[in-house]
């Protein structure tokens, strides 16, 4: 299994843009990673994925072209580059550990949470 600690998140205005970080321990680099996030009072939503090579991401409907995904495998770090924020956007952000993109993902750090003011 692998611990993920997730970092980055903060009080943006809208238009803003945040980098999230998710430092993992263990085999990082043979894991596929997910971006989730959860806003208060709604179901969990996944934001993205990434194969553990890099070479497929994924994005959901609502980030894409304003959200990036990306990895560094030599630095056990995944990433979450946010632009164009909205409101709406406004979440509790969680990286999580998976066999394969589409999961399931049975490790998951432990949350940043992301502001977006109007």
């Known amino acids: 299994q692998v611990q993920l600690v997730e970092s980055g998140g903060g009080l943006v205005q809208a238009g803003g843009s945040l980098r999230l970080s998710c430092t993992a321990s263990?085999?990082?680099?043979?894991?596929?990673m997910g971006w989730f996030r959860q806003a208060e009072g709604k179901e969990r939503e996944r934001v993205g994925a990434i194969s553990w090579s890099g070479a497929m991401i994924y994005y959901a409907n609502s980030v894409k072209g304003r959200f990036t995904i990306s990895r560094d495998n030599a630095k056990n770090t995944v990433y979450l580059q946010m632009n164009s924020l909205k409101p709406e956007d406004t979440a509790v952000y969680y990286c999580a550990a998976a066999d394969q993109p589409e999961g399931p993902y049975p490790s998951w750090g432990q949350g940043t949470q992301v502001t977006v003011s109007s």
């Open positions: 263990g085999r990082f680099s043979r894991y596929a």
